[in-house]
C-alpha cells in the first residue's frame, strides 16, 4: 500500500489547482511577478521598469528621487516666483507659469510608480490605476504641445505686431488658450484611455515599460487593430505636427523681424527669447516624435524606454532651468522676491 503523506511540497504539480501566487504561499515562498508566472486571472498589470532587476536598485532610486525633488523644487519655484512677483503678470509669464505647473504634475504621473518600482521591488499596479495614469499622462502631453505654440504665438505677436499685442494677447486671450489646452487634451485622450480599459489582452499583462504608456499596452493586444493605429497617427498630427509647425513659423517671422531691428540691445533680447523657446519646444518634439511616428517595424522597446526617461523625467527639470537662466527679469524677479522674504524674517 502506497504512504499518501507527502514529505517534499516541492514535488507537488499545483498547476491544476492553484495560482502560482498560492504555490508560493503553501510552499513558503516569496512570490515575485515575472512575464512568466504572471497569467490572466489576475486583473492587475506589471510593469518591467526600465530594466531588470539589477544590483544598482539603490543607486537608480537615490538618483530618481534626487531628479524628481529638483523638478518639483524648480517647477514651484517658477510658479511661485511668478504668482508673487507683480513685474511677472504678463501673458507671456502667466503661459509660462501655465507650463512650469504642468510639468510638476507631469513628472509627479509617472515618478512616483517607477520609483516604488525600484525601491519596494512590487511591480504591480491596478487595472484602474493604469487607466488614471495613462489619463493624465495623454492629457498632461498633449496640452504641453498646444501651450507651447501658444507661447509662440505670443512671441509673434509681440514682436511682429507690438502696437496690438494688448489687443490681441491680454489675461482674457490667455484664459482661453489654456483652457482650450487642457480641454483637447483631455478629450482626446479619452478615447485611449477607454480602448486599452476594454481590448482584450493575451495571457501576460506583462507591459514592458516604467509607466502605462499606452503603444507597450498595445503589445499586450490579443489582436491587432489597425482603426487605432490611424488614431495615433491623427492624434500625432493634430498635438505634435500642427503646432511643430505653427511654432516653427511663429519663430521664423520673428526672427526675420529681429533680423531687421535697428536696436542692437532689442535684437539680442528677442534672439535670446527665442533661442531659449526653441531649446525648450526642441526637446519636447523631438522625443515625441521619434516615439509616436518612428514606424511600428523600426519600435524597439528599450531604445523607446530611454527616450521616454527625456521627456518625462528630464524635460520637467530643464524647462524652468533654461527659462530661468537665460531670462535676466526671472533672474532679477528671484532676487527680489528674494529679498522680500529676506526682510519679512527680519
Known sequence: ???????????????????????????????????????????????????????????????????????????????????????????????????????????????????????????????????????????????????????????????????????????????????????????????????????PYCRSRAINYFFCNVLAMLTLASRANRIHEYAVFLSTTIFLLFPSLVILGSYGKVLLAVYHMCSWEGRNKAYSNCNTCLTVVTFYIAPFAYTYLCPKAYWSPAEDKMVAVFYTILTPVLNPVIYSLRNKEMLGSLGRVTQKISSLKM
Open 1 to 199: 500500500m502506497k504512504d499518501n503523506k507527502i514529505t517534499n511540497p516541492s514535488s507537488i504539480d499545483w498547476r491544476n489547482t492553484t495560482s502560482p501566487a498560492q504555490k508560493s504561499a503553501k510552499l513558503g515562498k516569496p512570490y515575485l511577478y515575472s512575464v512568466e508566472n504572471y497569467n490572466e486571472t489576475s486583473t492587475d498589470f506589471i510593469l518591467l521598469g526600465l530594466f531588470p532587476p539589477p544590483s544598482l536598485g539603490l543607486f537608480l532610486f537615490i538618483l530618481t528621487i534626487f531628479i524628481f525633488l529638483m523638478a518639483l523644487a524648480d517647477n514651484l519655484c517658477m510658479v511661485l516666483l511668478i504668482l508673487l512677483d507683480a513685474q511677472l503678470h504678463k501673458p507671456m509669464y502667466f503661459l509660462l507659469n501655465q507650463l512650469s505647473f504642468m510639468d510638476l504634475f507631469y513628472i509627479c504621473t509617472t515618478v512616483p510608480q517607477m520609483a516604488s518600482c525600484i525601491l519596494f521591488g512590487n511591480k504591480s499596479i491596478s487595472f484602474t490605476g493604469c487607466g488614471v495614469q495613462s489619463f493624465f499622462f495623454l492629457t498632461l502631453a498633449g496640452s504641453e504641445g498646444l501651450i507651447l505654440m501658444s507661447m509662440s504665438y505670443d512671441h509673434y505677436v509681440a514682436i511682429c505686431f507690438p502696437m496690438n499685442y494688448p489687443i490681441h494677447v491680454n489675461r482674457s486671450v490667455c484664459v482661453l488658450m489654456i483652457l482650450g489646452s487642457w480641454a483637447m487634451g483631455a478629450v482626446n485622450c479619452c478615447p485611449y484611455t477607454v480602448y486599452v480599459l476594454h481590448i
